[in-house]
Structures are given as C-alpha cells and as structure tokens.
C-alpha cells in the first residue's frame, strides 16, 4: 500500500486546536499502521462525485477525509464533521489531461450559484483578462476541463477569488498571467505515467515510506511543505552559470528553497566542497534545520552550513592561529587617541564609519589610494587635503592593532583573499543582501570566476544590517546572471499587498541597476491585515490581547504567533501580558523567522523609524539610508506573518502606519 499526504491535509490541521491536532496525529498513525483499525469507522462518503473518498473517524465531531484507489491511500483533509463531508463532496482528484499531474479539483457545479453568477456579470461589466487565451493554453497552465469558461471570464474583481478554487498550480498560473508576467506551460506527464510523480504534483502530495516520516510531517507540517520546489523555481537550481549569479524577489517568494536546493544540486559531484551560507549563526542553524529535508547523509557530507563570519573566522584560525578581534568600543578608542595625536578634529562617529565602512572594509593600502579611492557606498564628499589628515590617524590605528596582536572580521577576510585560503568548490550565500564588502570580495576573488561557484538568494528590500555598495566594485559582476521570483508562497495576498505599501515598485542598488517589485502574486488569500491606531499604549495592549484570544478561537496556538518590537524596552512589559508560548521579539530577531500570525506593535511616531538614529545622521544622504533601512525593517516585520497581521501604535503614529493605511489592498498589483 502506498500512504500519501496531502498539503490540503496539512493545511487543514494546522487549523485544528493543538488538542484536535493531537487526536488526529493518533488516527493517522493508526492509520497508516492498520487501515482496517476498528475504531476509526471508515465510511464511504455517499454524497461524493468522486468515489474514492471516505472518511475516518478521529473523534466525536473530527473526520479525516480519506482517498481511496486500488491499494493506495491519500490523506486529503481533515476538520470537523460536516465541513469535512462538504469538502469530500465538492472535490475529486484527477489527473490533468494535458500536464498529467495529480490535481485535487474543486467540482465546478457544486460552487455556489450565486457566486458564479458574480462571475459572469463582472464580466459584463469589466474587461476578462483571459478572454484570448486558448483551451490549450489555459490546459497547460493546469487549468481543469470544467474551469475553462471561469477562469475566461475572470476579470480584475474576480480573478483572485476563481484563483482559489482552481488547483494550486493553476492558481499560480493564472495569477502570474494577471499581473503580466506569462506563466510558462507546466510540465507534461512524467515518462512512467505516475500523476504523482509529476515535478509539480510532488509539491501537493509527498509518500509517506514509514511511521517515522509521517510523524515528521505531521509535526511540523509547514517547514516539511515549505523546502519543496515549484517547477518555475526550478530553473534557478539546474541552470549553469559560468559566473556569479543571483535570484532576488521580495519576501516569501522561495528564495531561501532555492538556495538550499542549489546547494544540494552542487554537492552531488563527491568532490564538491559547498559552503551553504548566510550573515548571521541564527539564520546558518534555520538552513541546517531544512538540509536533511532535502538530502541524504553523503550529500549532505559535501554541504557545510556555517553564518560567514564562522566560517570566516574558522578557516582564518586554520591557516594563521588564534587572533583576537577588535571590539567596536576598543576600535572607537583607538580612532579617537589616533585623531587626538595627529591633531584632527572630526567628529567621532564620522571617523569610525570612515574606517569601517571605507578602510578595513575596502583594504585600503596606503594614503594614495584612499586619496584616489571612489566614494564606494560613502555620498559624502571630501577634499584630498581632508584624505590625507584622516590617512594618518587610520594608519596609526592599524598599527596600534597590529602591536596589541588584534585584529577585525574584515581583516580576516581580507587575509583569506591574499591567502588564497578558501577550500570550497561552490558557495551558496543566502540573505546576500547583508553581506559585508570584505566578505563579498573574498568570496569573488577566489570562486567569482568558477563556473557555478557563486550564487546568491536576496532581496534589497530587506537589507537592515549593511549599508548598500556596488557589487562589481567588490569584484562581482551578475551582469545577465540575475533573475527575479514572482511567486509568494509564504504570506496572504492581502498582507503582502498592505506590506508592500512600505516600499517603492522600484528599488534601486548601489550600482545604479533596479529592482523591479511589480507583478509579485500571491499563492493563498486571507483576512486584511489589521492597522489599529490607539491614543494610550494601555489601550494597545488591552485591544492586542484580545485579538490574541479571537485568532486562539480560530486555531493559532500561541507557539505560532510571533509580537514584534522596534525597541528592547517593551519586550518585558508584553511577555508579562501574554502567553509565555508567544514569542515577544525585537523586528531584527525576526529576519528569517515564519509565524502563521505577527503582531507588530508600538509603531508610535518616535519609535518606528528609530528617533536615536535619525538624531545621530550627520547629514540628508545619511538619513535618507537611515529612513530606507527603517523601512525595510518594518516591512520584514510585516512580512514574518503568513496568515494574520496586526499593526499598531500611539497616536501620533508613525509616519510608515500612515503609508500603510493609504497602500492600495484590491487586486491587480
């Protein structure tokens, strides 16, 4: 027999209390062990177009909807008796007749009337966007026989809702072709003929080989879903390059999916040495976690999954023994008795972006060259006499680090790169929007010229820790080797479109290229995001720990819901408030992290963008980055949540919850 699960099945029990999760845990393992096991009641589903659906018994009122055929068994759904009979009436499974993929298909004639009806008048009334588009056409991007005429008659209004009842894939399609990006044919039946072979069918249904597995799955049902590929992220994994190459997009779109599938796809040669890699040791654990997801134990054997400075600070003690680094304290220190000595007068904070963000980030050799330098990422300008005043209190500094044995994580990277100390074929850096000018410029020198021996995954819209640089400078050059992801998979339509009102449709990189944010969809919809205004921080929290308990009552445990905070000082006062289960985090923490619910709170006027901060910027280049920066982090707050979003602040709030409330949420993009 062959046990599967669906991802409508995972789906759904994520729905379900932790106490109903957990009853149904037990029925499946029943199941899988015993499907003739007494006490789960299997019972055909009478009323069912489809007869090979059949229901389990779980408890008094939970029913798992089974699939039947021949001698497999399907684990399609799984909610409340008479919502789990009205699914299992209202679908069957099919396999296309033109992708021949496994589909679960929403029966046409069991939807709603009345909603149909909607349809068809709004496409009186409204252009159809699909009005052109051939049977054929439609067919290969997945699109069931007795959908065709709905989805012709989708229009700007409808076509996000007749997206949801269509299979996923063609969901995807369709609303890839909405916002004018033309989906390409989905693949054609696999050479076996196994429907569930399919590159895309095995996204929706995974085979369960043993108990073990389908624990694994069911216990932590969205990371077991969320490392499987589309077919359109695939490109991004098989293609060669013969250089650096990157895939951006904003948040939720699959990149992290495809850096880890890439990793693998590079480990396969046995004399593959690949660094999957990313900027912080908290984000390294998160691509660990998902690895053995993906691969087997030789595989993995090849990848080493290390932050950069890890692994940066590992092989420089390799090759050059123990070297202490310089604490940002001590460095300010010696900058500040370097300036007294050569008789500067700067202004400290000036003198220490000097130096980090110019002169050890950049290896600056001698006074010529930083007197010739181009203002890498740096809009301030300066004479050459000013150059040559700064150059001897910057000299004085590194020599001052080299007599007490110290030295900087961008010195080590800098010694590697001379060294030529790299031992990996291949590197995968995830998160690359963040990485540190010396980092890049190791990494470039030493695979920048290795076909496939750089890829990056990113996304300028989140970048929060580093300020931006021209790549190429740093000697990586993805000119023609760079491609966007349009897919979101992870957040609501609704909170990406109210996410996205942070951010321009354009954002433009250091260098002078752009990153086109149009056209981005979304895979699944859900409720609008709440932005609540409140005129005391009581009042906020009283109304927060409401919502709390409203998204409690709709089957987000408080394991899964995440409150977000610009400041540390709040952190205490609300995990005093709330359930010791709901994580209470500052916006930084949160990159990379996925919560079904996120709320972000005290987005008051001097707290949301940081008033230390555009206290502390010198002049309107540094605050414009300061306000960018700041944005981005809100906008990477909002984005941790999948399916609800809070906002809130003290009035006067600021001015971001302002662009929020004024974001356009309808559809297209």
Not at 171 to 188: M, V
Not at 278 to 294: G, I, V
Not at 582 to 595: C, T, Y
Request: aromatic share 6%; glycine share 6%.
């Amino acid at each position: 027999m062959t046990f599967r699960i669906a991802d409508t099945f995972s789906d759904s029990l994520a729905k379900l209390s932790a106490q109903e999760q957990k009853a149904v845990k037990t029925a499946a393992f029943d199941l899988q062990m015993n499907p003739d096991t007494p006490g789960l009641s299997l019972h055909r589903v009478d009323r069912a177009r489809d007869p090979g659906f059949w229901t389990a018994r779980v408890n008094l009122d939970i029913r798992l909807v089974l699939h039947k055929h021949g001698g497999d068994t399907l684990l399609a759904y799984v909610a409340h008796h008479d919502d789990a009979y009205r699914w299992a009436e209202t679908r069957r499974i099919d396999t296309h007749p033109k992708t021949g993929a496994a589909q679960i298909v929403e029966i046409r004639e069991t939807v709603e009337e009345v909603v149909i009806q909607r349809y068809v008048e709004e496409a009186v009334r409204l252009p159809r966007i699909f009005a052109e588009e051939s049977d054929d056409t439609l067919l290969g991007w997945g699109v069931p026989e007795d959908w065709l005429g709905t989805v012709r008659d989708a229009t700007e209004d409808t076509v996000l809702d007749i997206a949801s009842h269509l299979p996923g894939e063609a969901g995807e399609a369709i609303l890839q072709a909405a916002t004018g990006n033309r989906p390409k044919a989905l693949f054609s039946a696999s050479a076996d003929g196994d429907p569930y072979a399919h590159p895309d069918a095995s996204r929706r249904f995974r085979t369960m080989e043993n108990l073990e597995e389908l624990r694994a799955a069911l216990d932590a049902p969205w990371e077991r879903w969320a490392v499987f590929l589309h077919p359109a992220q695939r490109e991004f994994v098989d293609r060669d390059f013969n250089g650096p190459a990157r895939v951006i997009g904003s948040a939720g779109t699959g990149k992290t999916v495809v850096a880890l599938h890439r990793a693998v796809r590079m480990a396969q040669e046995p004399a593959a040495r690949v660094l999957l890699t990313t900027f912080n040791a908290r984000l390294a654990e998160r691509l660990a976690e998902k690895l053995p997801l993906l691969a087997g134990e030789d595989v993995r054997s090849r990848i080493e999954v290390l932050s950069l400075d890890a692994c940066i600070t590992e092989l420089h003690e390799q090759a050059f023994g123990p070297t202490r680094v310089a604490t940002d304290d001590e460095i300010a220190g010696l900058l500040n008795t370097a300036a007294e000595t050569v008789g500067l007068s700067v202004d400290p904070d000036f003198l220490m972006d000097e130096w980090t963000l110019i002169v050890d980030a950049w290896d600056v050799p001698d006074a010529d060259t930083y007197r010739d330098l181009p203002r890498l990422g740096r809009k301030v300008r300066m004479a050459a006499s000013r150059r040559d005043q700064l150059w001897a209190a910057f000299e004085s500094v590194r020599a001052a680090l080299a007599d007490r044995g110290w030295t900087t994580m961008a010195a080590k990277a800098h010694d590697l790169r001379k060294a030529g100390r790299f031992p990996y074929s291949h590197a995968i850096i995830d998160e690359a929007q963040d990485i540190a000018v010396a980092e890049l410029m190791l990494l470039g020198a030493l695979l920048g010229e290795v076909p496939n021996g750089l890829f990056f995954a990113g996304d300028i819209g989140q970048r929060i820790f580093r300020a931006p640089f021209p790549w190429k400078a740093a000697g990586v050059d993805l000119r023609g080797r760079s491609r966007s992801l349009k897919v979101n998979y992870r957040t609501s339509h609704q909170i990406r479109r109210r996410s996205e009102g942070l951010l321009p449709e354009t954002l433009v990189e250091a260098d002078g290229s752009e990153d086109q944010r149009h056209g981005v969809t979304s895979v699944f919809d859900g409720p609008a995001p709440l932005i609540k205004v409140f005129d005391s921080r009581e009042e906020e929290l009283e109304a927060l720990i409401g919502w709390l308990g409203e998204i409690a009552l709709d089957g987000i445990g408080a394991s899964e819901t995440a409150i977000l905070v610009r400041n540390k000082d709040l952190s205490g006062l609300l995990s005093e408030a709330v359930s010791s289960e709901v994580q209470v985090l500052p916006m930084h923490d949160a990159k990379g992290a996925e919560f079904r619910a996120v709320a972000v709170v005290a987005l008051d006027h001097d707290v949301v963008p940081d008033e230390a901060r555009l206290l502390a910027a010198r002049d309107e280049a540094q605050l414009d980055e300061v306000m960018a920066t700041e944005r981005h982090l809100l906008y990477v707050a909002a984005t941790r949540a999948r399916d609800r979003l809070w906002m809130s602040g003290v009035n006067p709030v600021s001015e971001f919850v302002t662009d929020l409330l004024a974001a356009k949420s309808e559809f297209p993009t």
